[in-house]
């Protein structure tokens, strides 16, 4: 029953145009960066490394897919958690304010089916969100670019990962950014179980995502106990997989905090929702 209950929820999600805004903004806004790279990444390259010729020397192809797929990420991953919030956001409120929730009671499942069957649908929507930004912005753009070593800059300087070795990374960093947005997807939903309007529950994820990204670019000692738990503070824990050596320490106690959000709003959901008068 939860497994039919879960491909039924997935019909309503297709058949909402809401739906697939996320899909249509990622490749314009993909292919806008692509082109643009196309154009001038030349110059836009040598602006960043024209600070370590004067030591360093660069030979081969700096700008190419990986390099294009990292820039994309890095400029995104943000941004892609209002997309996910969109549709999660109203799944169970955007029935209430239609007066279809009330129709559960004459259906033989329980109240924890019917929401996790939610779940499940705002889980395989982001996954192919996901997939599709992975695909644009690696596989188009090595197609477009060709593949190479990869150069990062980060806090301690340039880090060069060979060919080679770039690959498994960009699969893991992939799998860390599904978890960041589908423990933004499991927010928005626990706020659509309080909400009986579609609005609502979006605005609100927008709004803490906002709160929770200037908290964590606030270097006030004040917040310096509370950025480790925010979810913003992880959804940039891939960047960690492309450091040499990879803090994998860091990288699972960035995992356990977006999984206890999961587990934490999902539970919280479930509560409410079993609480909740839905025949009214």
Known sequence: ????????????????????????????????????????????????????????????????GNLIAFIILQMLIIHVPLLVALVTGDLVSGEAAMGTLRMMGTKPISR???????FFAGAIYTFFLTVWLAFLSLIIGQY???????????????????????????????CLAYLSLLS?????????????????PIVSTMAVIILFTIIGSLDVPTFDHVQPFLITTHMASWRSLFEMPVPYDAIIDSILILVFH????????????????INT
């Open 112 to 118: 924890n089916s019917f929401l996790l069957s939610k």
């Open 184 to 200: 933004i997807a499991t927010m928005s939903i626990c706020f659509s179980v309080f909400s009986d309007n579609s609005i609502g």
């Open 262 to 277: 999961i587990v934490g709003f999902t539970a919280l959901a479930l509560w409410w929702f079993n609480k909740k008068d």
């Open 1 to 64: 029953m939860l497994l039919k209950n879960t491909y039924n929820e997935l019909i309503k999600i297709l058949a909402k145009p809401r739906s697939y805004i996320g899909f249509i903004a990622l490749t314009v806004l993909i292919g806008v960066i692509l082109l643009a790279m196309k154009a001038d990444g030349e110059s836009f390259i040598s602006f960043v490394t024209s600070s370590f010729e004067q030591t360093l020397s660069f030979n081969g192809l700096i700008l190419n």
């Open 144 to 174: 477009m670019f060709g593949t190479g070593d990869l150069i990062v800059l980060n806090s301690d300087g340039l880090v060069i990962i060979p060919e080679n070795d770039i690959m498994w990374r960009y699969g893991l960093a992939f």
